[in-house]
Structure formats: C-alpha cells, structure tokens
C-alpha cells in the first residue's frame, strides 16, 4: 500500500512563503516522477511543477521564479517552497507522484489528500 501524505498548508498573507512537503511511504520500488497540483474553488485541478528522478524541473508559467520544486529522495519526500505568495496562489494543493511498486509492475499514479493553502491579499 502507497500513501502520500503532504503538510505544509496554511494561511498566509499576500507576499509570503510557505512550504509544502509530501512524504511517500509504502511498498515503494522506484518513484519517476513527482508533482504538485492544485485546485481553486470551482476550477479544475492544475499542474503548478513537477520534477524527475532525474532532477529535471517544470513549472507552470504563473509559478516560475516564485515556486520551488525539490526532492529529498532518500526521504521518498517533495517539497514545493512558494515564495511571494498571491492571493490568485489560493487553493487546495496536491501532491502526485507515479510509482513503481516492484520491477515486474507498471507504472501507476497516486494522490495525497490535499493541503489548503490560503492567501490573503
């Protein structure tokens, strides 16, 4: 059984920081890649970054050069640091990761649960 299971989520006020962390556990064999989405009120689930194993990087255009993406991999973990924080950054943010359990298996994609993240203009 994988879990991902992020923190970090708060409120805070326009022009601050918060970061975000998501730790994978489980009956892990490999992780390709790792990512944070998130979900306004009433809007769809976006990608905001992403990164590899490999340690590539992408951000979504509204994010890039205030959104860090990083990875401790002996941790399993992600974090997402968010600095100069808008109040257009509110949402609920997820974490997203695609596992390979064990070398025989495919691919498959999991989901935290979810951290809110509030910001006051």
């Known amino acids: 059984q994988v879990q991902l299971v992020e923190s970090g989520g708060g409120f805070v006020q326009a022009g601050g920081s918060l970061r975000l962390s998501c730790a994978a556990s489980g009956s892990i064999f490999s992780i390709n890649v790792m990512k944070w989405y998130r979900q306004a009120p009433g809007k769809e689930r976006d990608l905001v970054a992403f990164?590899?194993?490999?340690?590539?990087?992408n951000y979504v255009d509204s994010v890039k050069g205030r959104f860090t993406i990083s990875t401790d991999n002996a941790k399993k973990t992600v974090y997402l640091q968010m600095n100069s924080l808008k109040a257009e950054d509110t949402a609920v943010y997820y974490c997203?990761?695609?596992?390979?359990?064990?070398?025989?298996?495919?691919?498959?994609?999991?989901w935290g649960q979810g951290t809110q993240v509030t910001v006051s203009s």
């Open positions: 997203n990761a695609e596992i390979r359990i064990s070398p025989a298996r495919n691919t498959y994609s999991y």
């Open positions: 990164i590899t194993s490999g340690g590539s990087t």
